[in-house]
């Protein structure tokens, strides 16, 4: 059975760095056609792609947060790390860890099966 | 950065078919992946690669795919696909960044 969970604060403060981590299992990171991504979703709003991270150490990052974002991988460990700096109150969200699956042939893209629950992040005023 | 675009809202009566579509510059080159969201859970895939669905998600659940527009089509809808529905796929760029639509609020009643 695949799972994913998310772990992290609840509450980050302006201009701190967010640091979450997705534990995996079920699969392999080190799966040539798997990958993690992330994904974030503020109060009543649509989901927003952030980033993904691939076997081969391949990354993606969103282009309006790319300064902000670092992600990063422990095979050993099952666990993909998120981290966004200089946090705002408009980055309050759900933050989602998803397994994505690379498509054959690769050139068709890629996309997300299972998701975690999720956790709430939240950044006060 | 890439867009898809998706109706905000899309109503119908028990047991009609719904449509949702969702357009994007890439999608004829770039698989097409549905995800159903219902209030506080978090997303379930409900059709990948365009067209394929998931072992578990009913039959009535389609979908297509045609130049710059996909569609999930919901055959005999109930109220129980009450739901939001986010279409993704990945930008045409080479390093196959993500992007969702921006959500379609069905309501069946």
């Known amino acids: 059975q695949v799972t994913l969970k998310e772990s992290g604060p609840v509450l980050v403060r302006p201009t701190e760095t967010l640091t979450l981590t997705c534990t995996v299992s079920g699969f392999s990171l080190r799966n040539p056609r798997m990958g993690v991504t992330w994904i974030r979703q503020p109060p009543g709003k649509a989901l927003e792609w952030l980033a993904h991270?691939?076997?081969?150490?391949?990354?993606s990052f969103s282009p309006s947060l790319r300064a902000r974002l670092t992600i990063s991988k422990d095979t050993s460990k099952s666990q993909v790390v998120l981290t966004l700096t200089n946090m705002d109150p408009v980055d309050t969200a759900t933050y989602y860890c998803?397994?994505?699956?690379?498509?054959?042939?690769?050139?068709?893209?890629?996309?997300?099966?299972?998701w975690g629950q999720g956790t709430t992040v939240t950044v006060p005023s | 950065s890439y867009e898809l675009t998706q109706p905000p809202s899309v109503s119908v009566s028990p047991g009609q078919t719904a449509r949702i579509t969702c357009s994007g510059d890439?999608?004829?080159?770039?698989?097409t992946y549905w995800y159903q969201q219902t209030s506080g859970q978090a997303p379930v895939l409900v059709i990948y690669e365009d067209n394929k669905r998931p072992s578990g998600i009913p039959e009535r659940f389609a979908g297509s795919s045609s130049g710059t527009m996909a569609t999930l089509t919901i055959s005999g809808a109930r109220v129980a696909d009450e739901a939001d529905y986010y279409c993704y796929s990945t930008d045409s760029s080479g390093d196959y960044s993500g992007a969702f639509g921006g959500g379609t609020r069905l309501t069946v009643l």
């Open positions: 890439a999608l004829s080159r770039r698989y």
């Open positions: 998803a397994r994505t699956i690379v498509v054959v042939p690769a050139s068709l893209g890629n996309g997300m099966d299972v």
């Open positions: 991270i691939f076997s081969n150490d391949e990354k």
